[in-house]
């Protein structure tokens, strides 16, 4: 019985994670688009690399990341943990960037999808971005891990089996949403709810994952059938 528990709370565990690193993924792949093709691979590996290395050093260092639970200060009678100021940076960062690419999107309405204004955007400025992403995702990956088991070894094992499903998964991902521009509009409003939903965390508000990838699941599944009944018949 300690053997299907096991394997149980391992399997619970991944699939976790690798709901979680759909939120990498994703931004990952808005970033990595403005590269040229031959590039992109090379920044989603490294990105996705760079999370597995983030998350197995944290839990390295677990007794540190626990300390992030701790209240660091208190403003108003609110105490802030290591954890919460993280999260709250990052969901600013999350929306601050989501916003920026949907007004580029509009901006760009009239033109045939030619940017009306150019940006500089070298290799290392986008994986400087995703680091930051990187390491806010994988602190609350780890704390979310530490709270549903205790043995370290399947922390290792998730971490590993979710970041070798990422990066099987990150290439068709991305061309998926390469080749259709309303699901980047979709990536993009998903990637500003995550940025609300860490900004709220940080405010000291937990909102049930259920409550946030429910309805991407579903405006993702009214897109994909839109598409199909949109389909131009052979």
Do not use: C
Request: hydrophobic residues 55%; neutral net charge; without cysteine.
């Amino acid at each position: 019985m300690e053997v299907l528990d096991t394997i149980i709370a391992l399997l619970t565990l991944i699939t976790l994670e690798v709901v979680l690193g759909i939120d990498n993924i994703i931004f990952i792949t808005i970033l990595s688009d403005k590269l040229p093709p031959e590039q992109r691979d090379r920044l989603r590996r490294l990105g996705i690399g760079v999370a597995m290395v983030m998350r197995l050093g944290l839990l390295a260092v677990i007794s540190w990341v626990m300390k992030l639970e701790t209240d660091l200060f208190t403003v108003g009678g609110m105490g802030f943990t290591g954890k919460e100021l993280i999260l709250l940076v990052g969901g600013v960062f999350l929306l601050y960037k989501a916003t920026r690419e949907i007004f580029h999107m509009t901006e760009v309405a009239g033109t045939n999808g030619a940017p009306t204004g150019k940006g500089t955007h070298t290799f290392g400025s986008l994986l400087m971005q995703i680091l930051v992403l990187d390491l806010v995702f994988s602190v609350d990956s780890i704390i979310t891990a530490v709270g549903m088991v205790d043995e370290l070894w399947l922390m290792y094992t998730a971490v590993v089996v979710t970041v070798v499903i990422m990066m099987l998964a990150s290439k068709p991902i991305a061309q998926f949403i390469t080749d259709h521009p309303s699901f980047k509009v979709l990536a993009l409003a998903f990637l500003l709810v995550i940025g609300v939903a860490l900004v709220a965390e940080g405010m000291g508000h937990h909102l049930p994952k259920g409550f946030i990838y429910g309805p991407m699941a579903f405006a993702f599944l009214v897109d994909v059938l839109q598409m199909r009944v949109l389909k131009p018949k052979v």
